[in-house]
Every structure is written in structure tokens, then in C-alpha cells.
């Protein structure tokens, strides 16, 4: 359908070469992946912390289509965690003039959903930039965690969001971690703490909350540093405790 959520790449490469890079699903979306997911009737499983989907190949024409049907799913940070349920992620491949356009249409996720907005910018970072890079250069940019982002006033800050369960990834440096108490979506409400990000002193399990986040503290605005900047959100009435 028109409205369906849809994003589409042109690359160098064969269409066999397009094919098979898709289903190498660790390698461009997230690096929770558990079961098969290359043949006819394969079922496998997508992972962020809390938020998951289990989906089952259903359509693979070799070197043309692949149809993945969302069989189960929970995206705990909507009202409706199973807004991915009964969904289609649909793959079409077509080669012309040496030149390969991958169109990607998740059937079912329309601007009616809550999350269209954070499911979009997610699909196109993982189509557009993560498989392409995967494609084009070998490898991709797969997630450990959920985009999140929080605002004061006009300054707004992205970051990754993380279950308190998850094994925790490789961080940069210069880094500062949230801890949440309230979401919309992938948008941060309310907050406990905000402080430091020390690899040797973090432990997410003492958190109030069941998620936090991660965020660069380089200055985006006037030189103030993110971390200033969100601590005074947090002690504002907009994210009181």
C-alpha cells in the first residue's frame, strides 16, 4: 500500500551480491540475532533489550524478493507493544544497467502507528546506511541498542537506549549515561539521574529504572555540555521526580 513505511538504496553490485548481504541480518540491523535467516521458511529473532521480533521468511524468489512475516513482537516502549505483529518486511531487488535498487516496504507500518516516526528513522539508518555499508564496503554499522532522544527547549540530544539486562557493548570515550524513569516512543519524558559513563564503576543494575541511556558529552549548543545541560532538565519541573 502507498502509505506503507518504505525506503530504497542503489548499489554497485550484482543482484545475487544484494540478496544474499540482506540475509545477513547480523551483519547491518543488530547483533542479537538468534536462528536462520537465509532459507525458505526460516525463522529467526531480532533483539534490543526488551524490544524483540520473531520473524519467519514466508517468500524468497533467489536474487528478486524475500518476504519476511513478523509472527510475534514487542516494542514495550509504544502503547501498543505489538504494532510490528502480523507485519510484512517486504525485499525487491531489480538489477538494470549494472546498477542494483533494493526497495525495502514494511507492509502493516503507516503514519496512523505511533511508532512510524522512530521506526522510520530506524529502517532508514539500517537500509540507507548500515546495509549499504555492508554492501558497498563489507561491513555494516548492526545496533546494540534503540535510538532515543531528549530535548530542553530547543536543544535536542541522540543517544542509544539500553535494557538493564543487556550486555553492554564497547563504548567510546567522552560519554554520559541517563538513567529513565519515563518514555514516549523513543523520546525521553522523565528522568532519575544523569551522570558520568565509567566502564569500571558502571553497573546498570543499581539504576532506578529499567532502561538508560547513552549520550556523547560533546558540546551541540553554545558550548554547553550535554550532561549540564540534561541534569538541568532533570531538575526542572519538566522531568521532576
Not at 31 to 46: A, H, P, R, W
Not at 135 to 158: M, Q
Not at 212 to 236: C, G, R, V, W
Request: net charge negative.
Amino acid at each position: 500500500m502507498k502509505n506503507d513505511l518504505t525506503t530504497t538504496i542503489q548499489v554497485s553490485v550484482s543482484a545475487k551480491e544484494a540478496f544474499d548481504k540482506i540475509s545477513r541480518v547480523g551483519d547491518w540491523w543488530a547483533t542479537n540475532i538468534t536462528g536462520s535467516t537465509k532459507n525458505l521458511s526460516d525463522v529467526f529473532n531480532v533483539r534490543f533489550g526488551k524490544t524483540f521480533s520473531t520473524i519467519q521468511i514466508t517468500e524468497l524468489i533467489i536474487d528478486k524478493k524475500i518476504v519476511w512475516s513478523v509472527i510475534d513482537s514487542s516494542l514495550p516502549l509504544f502503547n501498543n507493544p505489538q504494532v510490528w505483529k502480523d507485519t510484512q518486511i517486504v525485499w525487491e531487488i531489480l538489477n538494470e544497467n549494472k546498477v542494483t535498487q533494493i526497495k525495502m516496504t514494511h507492509i502493516g507500518l503507516t503514519p496512523e502507528n505511533e511508532c512510524y516516526p522512530d521506526c522510520k528513522k530506524g529502517w532508514s539508518f539500517y537500509v540507507q546506511q548500515s546495509l549499504a555499508k555492508l554492501i558497498s564496503e563489507g561491513k555494516g554499522f548492526p545496533g546494540t541498542g534503540i535510538f532515543a532522544n531528549i530535548s530542553n527547549g530547543g536543544s535536542r540530544y541522540e543517544g542509544l537506549l539500553y535494557f538493564k539486562n543487556d550486555p553492554l557493548p564497547d563504548f567510546a570515550d567522552d560519554l554520559f549515561f541517563i538513567d529513565l524513569r519515563e518514555t514516549k516512543g523513543e523520546e525521553v519524558t522523565k528522568a532519575y539521574s544523569a551522570d558520568v559513563y565509567c566502564e569500571e564503576k558502571f553497573n546498570p543494575q543499581q539504576l532506578k529504572g529499567d532502561y538508560f541511556m547513552i549520550i556523547q558529552n560533546s558540546p551541540l549548543y553554545n558550548n554547553l555540555s550535554p550532561m549540564d545541560d540534561i541534569l538541568e532538565i532533570i531538575q526542572s519541573q519538566y522531568l521532576n521526580i
